[in-house]
């Protein structure tokens, strides 16, 4: 059996609703990332747009002194992957084991109303895969549904950034809707870390992590859920 393979989804939006820039977010790609690569076959980058996703430019000085993500901006690996990033409508997704959607405001804006993701989480939901996300990238997951046309949250535990960090960083007025809200209103039951901590749901082929504080516990258990089929 060939290693498993896992793509990682980025947002292509670089605005909020406010205008702020924003894009996908450091250390939610780096964390997972340098957690799989060394026991996967393959990991590709896409996003709605292709090449280049944006990243949120506020939190590359933030995470200066993260070893990780210090090293996946430096890394000529990453960097190919990031500026060969394939277009979602270009995605097969029959070559991968697991989907991953990385944070940021930006997924929030663009991934919920996309219609090659939405279709895509329901091609690896349908077809028995891993479908995961950290943060505000379980926004994308919100319009995905079954073969049944139902939620996939409908009966499901799940987390993602929640209304209380939200309102810490004063960043509700920058996207269409906050997530812990979606999450239940779609059925789901959404939990949260009792602080501003690491929080990651597994329920089933469902994965989720609440913030990035959770993107590394996200990689172990996109590898556990990974290494549990082979």
């Known amino acids: ?29 780096a964390h997972p990332y340098y957690i799989l690569a060394p026991h996967v076959g393959t990991i590709d980058f896409a996003a709605p747009k292709g090449a280049n996703p944006p990243i949120a430019e506020e939190n590359v000085h933030m995470y200066s002194e993260d070893e990780e993500c210090v090293r996946f901006l430096n890394d000529e690996t990453v960097k190919a992957k990031l500026e060969g990033a394939k277009k979602l409508a270009d995605v097969d997704f029959t070559n991968y084991d697991a989907i991953f959607y990385v944070g940021g405001h930006g997924p929030v804006i663009d991934l919920p109303t996309d219609p090659v ?7 690896f939901w349908d077809s028995g895969k891993i479908v995961s996300a950290v943060c505000h990238g379980s926004a994308a997951l919100t319009s995905a549904v079954d073969a049944a046309g139902k939620s996939i949250f409908i009966g499901r535990t799940a987390t993602g950034f929640s209304n209380a960090e939200e309102e810490d960083l004063d960043t509700v007025k920058d996207i269409p809707f906050l997530l812990e809200d979606r999450i ?8 949260k870390a009792d602080k501003i901590w690491e ?5 089933g082929n469902l994965i989720t992590g609440q913030n990035p504080e959770s993107a590394a516990g996200v990689g172990k258990a996109i590898l556990k859920a990974l290494m549990e089929r082979k």
């Open 184 to 191: 239940i209103q779609l059925g789901g039951k959404y939990v």
């Open 1 to 29: 059996m060939p290693p498993p393979s896992v793509l990682f989804v980025f947002t292509s939006a670089d605005k909020t609703l406010t205008g702020a820039q924003t894009g996908w977010y450091l250390p939610e790609a």
């Open 199 to 203: 929080k990651i749901v597994v329920d």
């Open 117 to 123: 993701s939405v279709k895509l989480i329901q091609q």
